[in-house]
């Protein structure tokens, strides 16, 4: 375990009580189309998402939100499994490329034929998903570093509501969920606003 989550789960343990939220919590939160999004020039900090995970934050971020459509995994994929248009017309390949050509690589991919053969492992994924009626947490696919963690799920934020907000990793999964009509999915716990502390408390009282 890295030490920047060593440190930020004992802090919130020593701030806020044994309950806390804690680094890649498993939460499990309602999704549809009309779940917004945290564009990353609207994160409280400048790092990358997963990174956030367990943090608890005041201020304004939570009324930073765009549609869910702005985030362009999401798009892509939503115009593929929802309205059936081939990956290489969705605009996915030309996306990714010129992200590559920028950094050399992205989510491990370096060449056109990686991106194509991780797009048909994600339609293989989807069609599995769309048999079980469900996507399955971290522990059911063997990736749980302990219980009731989700070390790679979708982020997943509560504004000062406790109502969730897409933080921008997980893209393809959660328009898996999106697009098959799975309206509750296991997530991986991101920001929480400082205003909903109490009632995350409350919550697990519950």
Partial sequence: MRLYVILRNLRNKLIYGINAP????????KV????PFLPPEAQPYAVRPHRLSGLIVGG?????????????????????WQQGIPWAETGCFEYLLEIIRQRGRVDGLRTLDDIKARYYRLDQVYKQVKNEGKLRNASELGRA???????????????????????????HRIAMAISLGIQIIPAKLGLVH?????????????
């Fill in 22 to 29: 804690r680094h890649s919590q498993r939460i499990y939160a």
């Fill in 194 to 206: 400082a205003d909903y502390l109490s009632e995350w408390h409350n919550v697990l009282r519950r």
């Fill in 32 to 35: 549809s189309e009309q779940i």
């Fill in 60 to 80: 304004d971020w939570d009324n930073k939100t765009a549609s869910i459509y702005t985030c362009p995994k999401v798009k892509f994929s939503l115009m593929h």
């Fill in 145 to 171: 570093r302990k219980k009731n963690l989700e070390n790679s799920g979708i982020l997943i934020h509560l504004d000062r509501q406790g109502n969730p907000i897409f933080g921008g990793s997980g893209c």
